[in-house]
């Protein structure tokens, strides 16, 4: 056994599960019941514990949610058991615990070791703790795109690390293909937008603004034109502080302090008081006469030419026109010019730019051509065992004749890379287009399974496919919905035995039809509804001796008392036991 085991699962109100308990056996556990019994919500429980989406139609009708909860161990060292406990999980002996609830308005939460969880760590435990197939997993298969997933899957690092190489390149040439792309696709708009930056930088170098200058005319403006009233209150203003030569009698503040500084001098060695009180008039008289020296000097200073201020607003009209278009005052413009000269430069280098990306461009598709080669390679190489693999398993499934192999294929595209002479399409995951192709018999030639194979074909591929991983790529348990869908008779057969050798290194659950596939399994459940159609705790049930029998002979022949299907039933068990 790989390690981690599903040991039981609670069901409470999903569907027509009223409250039921499912108990799993370690090796192989076989689900049956009638149609409509319940029997594949087993797959949807397990899905809502391994963070499926949350559907509220889920919900039994009447109650206010649905609760799924799963008891499982985990592989020892496994990243399972990292992942839970970073996100604060605590294990119960070496079990992880885990719920799940919806309620009837949509509303999801998750449990995981005590802890509420986000549903995507659910998700994330998922991939290494179970696998499940089911018949949407078989439509899947028939894709192109999951057939190449599944190679890739199978070849593990011969391919994954050329497809990383691959992919990184991959990435890298798309962002250059798209600014090449943008550059060339927009050259009108960028050569229109060339020709508006230079138009507006040769408008400001014309003027030739400096930082600050149109705060600096401002002001000159307003002192220019109010020259004269300017000039007259400083002349008035000096006279009052310092006297009018033209009025020598008149009575000025410079005279009436140093009269006073005077009078206080007279006495100040008899109070210092005073003298404290004269050596500040002093100070008055000093900073009168530093002021009326000042507006003297204003006065003198000051420029009433007309033509100067002409020349000012003449200069400021010119820098509005600039602030008027690229920004809000002389800075903003100068920043403008920084800017859209950095731009121009980016602008004006398209061609140069245009022929760095070309070459750089067509540097990486040729790396990339290599890259791809080597991939091709290392699929084909990995094809070849993979096909090999699963038709050797085709043959214990009552297929001995099939055949089943690769074609790894290429498309011819003028825009593509280069392989091997040829240009062909590319993707993110390489050049490949791979199809898995199916002989049922010999002398048939090769099909693709989505033509050539039959639904009781395409489920035996598609278990055979999954044994094969399951000796390269473990998980821990398997669970199988109607994968045996469209087989009977003796491939039924082979499909039970094949199931029970593969629940030998892990845990195989499987819902089914096939009494022949029931009847390998180590623990056979019967899920049945009461006479209401809910399907109750005691719904949920252990097989074992005559009860078994029974469920066999109803699936052989639809009748529980019949002898014949007695008389099949314990053949088939018979077979089992001694195939085990």
Known sequence: MVGGVLEEMRIR?????????????????????????????????????????????????????AVVEGRITLPVGGTAVVRAEEAGAELDDGALLISRTVSAEGRSRAHLGGRSVPVGV?????????????????????????????????AGDAVAVPLAKYAGAYRRLRAISAELDEI????????????????????????????????????????????????????????????????????????????????????????????ALSGRIGEIGILLGDVAGELAGYADDLDADPLRLAAVEERRASLTQLTRKYGEDINAVLAYAQRGAARLLELDGDDERIGELTGERDAL????????????????????????????????????????????????????????????????????????????HPGAPPRPIAKGASGGELSRVMLAVEVVFAGTDPVPTYLFDEV???????????????????????????VTHLPQVAAFADRQLLVEKTNDGSVTRSGVKVLEGEDRIRELSRMLAGQEDSETARAHAEELLATARADG
């Not at 699963?390 to 004749?401: D, F, G, I, K, Q």
């Not at 491939?491 to 029970?500: D, K, P, S, T, W």
């Open 484 to 510: 045996d869908a469209g087989v009977g008779g003796k491939a039924a057969v082979e499909i039970g035995r094949r199931l029970a050798r593969l629940a030998r290194t892990a845990q195989v659950v499987v």
């Open 365 to 440: 598709r040729a790396e990339l051509g290599g890259l791809a080669q080597g991939l091709t390679e290392a699929r084909t190489e990995a094809a070849e065992r993979f096909a090999a693999a699963v038709t050797a398993e085709l043959a214990s499934l009552a297929m001995p004749h099939a055949r089943v192999s690769f074609e790894i294929r290429q498309t011819d595209d003028p825009e593509g890379v280069q392989l091997d002479g040829r240009t062909v399409a590319y993707g993110p995951a390489g050049v490949d287009e791979v199809e898995l192709l199916l002989a049922p």
């Open 122 to 154: 659910l998700a994330e435990l998922a991939d290494e703790l179970v696998a499940v197939h089911g018949q949407t997993d078989q439509q899947g298969l028939l894709k192109l795109s999951r057939q190449r997933q599944a190679l890739d899957r199978y």
């Open 13 to 65: 109100s999903l569907g027509v599960i009223d409250d039921a308990v499912v108990e799993l056996s370690p090796g192989f556990t076989a689900v049956t019941g009638e149609t409509g019994a319940g029997k594949t919500m087993v797959v949807t429980s397990l899905g809502l514990l391994l963070g499926g989406r949350a559907d509220p139609a889920l919900v039994r009708i009447g109650a206010k949610n």
């Open 184 to 275: 060339t696709t927009r050259a009108r708009e960028r050569a229109q937008e060339a020709d508006l930056l230079r138009f507006g930088l040769d408008e400001i170098a014309g003027v030739e603004p400096r930082e600050g200058e149109d705060v600096e005319l401002a002001a000159e403006a307003e002192r220019l034109g109010h020259a004269e009233a300017l000039a007259s209150a400083a002349t008035v203003a000096h006279a009052a502080l310092a006297g009018n030569p033209e009025d020598p009698e008149g009575i000025d503040a410079a005279t009436l302090v140093a009269g006073a500084h005077r009078a206080l001098e007279a006495v100040r060695s008899h109070d210092s008081s005073l003298a």
